[in-house]
């Protein structure tokens, strides 16, 4: 699956549940409000006996600290949802089939790769995936950008949540799936925020 794809796949979920998410922040809204309405009126009532005035003042009081209360719950959910979003953004990223999941490394070394003569680390689940077959197709792609295509695959196995680690001299780069969800956060945080934040028509 191409980065386009998996960017265009979350941006759909991400509008999908911000909708949802919206929609029962809306619903839990209307049932604080309410609640606040009679807890309004049963404390105009405690203050029938005091100045029209002062019982006005406590009722915008309480009901501003009400929405001010559902607003920042709102605001938590919604923070929930992004982290959620790209969470199962990661989930589709290891839930590639192999071809898929092969490119997305593919690309994602070819973008980090400084000399092409690192060692490869594979983390312990890509071991079958990421072999050295695919490797060989890497460095291909290397040399004929002019690097020198010379990944060799380490047989060392790394203890991280899937990928490679590059590692030449006391040099190590990481990529891996982390990284590549990273990579899209940077693109798509603020775009899915925008969508999870705008206003309801």
Same mark, same amino acid.
């Given at each position: 699956?191409?980065? /386009?794809?998996?960017?265009?796949?979350?941006? $759909?979920? *991400? @509008? =999908?549940?911000?909708?949802? +998410?919206?929609?029962? !922040? %809306?619903?839990?809204?209307?049932?604080?409000?309410?609640?606040?309405?009679?807890?309004?009126?049963?404390?105009? /009532?405690?203050?029938?006996?005091?100045?029209? $005035?002062? *019982? @006005? =003042?406590?009722?915008?009081? +309480?009901?501003?600290? !009400? %929405?001010?209360?559902?607003?920042?719950?709102?605001?938590?959910?919604?923070?929930?949802?992004?982290?959620?979003?790209?969470?199962?953004?990661?989930?589709?990223?290891?839930?590639?089939?192999?071809?898929?999941?092969?490119?997305?490394?593919?690309?994602?070394?070819?973008?980090?790769?400084?000399?092409?003569?690192?060692?490869?680390?594979?983390?312990?689940?890509?071991?079958?995936?990421?072999?050295?077959?695919?490797?060989?197709?890497?460095?291909?792609?290397?040399?004929?950008?002019?690097?020198?295509?010379?990944?060799?695959?380490?047989?060392?196995?790394?203890?991280?949540?899937?990928?490679?680690?590059?590692?030449?001299?006391?040099?190590?780069?990481?990529?891996?799936?982390?990284?590549?969800?990273?990579?899209?956060?940077?693109?798509?945080?603020?775009?899915?925020?925008?969508?999870?934040?705008?206003?309801?028509?």
């Amino acid at each position: 699956m191409e980065t /386009k794809n998996i960017t265009l796949k979350i941006l $759909e979920d *991400a @509008k =999908k549940r911000a909708n949802e +998410i919206v929609a029962e !922040a %809306e619903e839990k809204v209307k049932a604080i409000l309410e609640n606040t309405r009679e807890e309004v009126q049963r404390i105009e /009532k405690q203050l029938e006996q005091d100045a029209e $005035e002062s *019982a @006005k =003042k406590e009722r915008i009081r +309480i009901l501003s600290l !009400a %929405e001010m209360e559902e607003k920042r719950r709102i605001l938590g959910a919604k923070i929930a949802i992004l982290e959620e979003v790209f969470r199962q953004a990661l989930d589709c990223l290891k839930s590639q089939s192999d071809n898929d999941y092969q490119e997305t490394m593919r690309g994602l070394l070819l973008k980090s790769i400084d000399r092409g003569d690192e060692e490869v680390i594979v983390s312990k689940s890509d071991r079958n995936r990421l072999n050295q077959e695919f490797l060989n197709t890497v460095n291909r792609e290397l040399r004929e950008m002019g690097k020198a295509g010379g990944l060799k695959l380490s047989q060392e196995s790394g203890d991280f949540n899937g990928g490679v680690l590059l590692r030449k001299d006391r040099v190590e780069t990481w990529c891996n799936l982390e990284v590549l969800q990273e990579m899209l956060r940077d693109d798509l945080e603020i775009e899915i925020a925008n969508l999870l934040f705008q206003p309801r028509e």
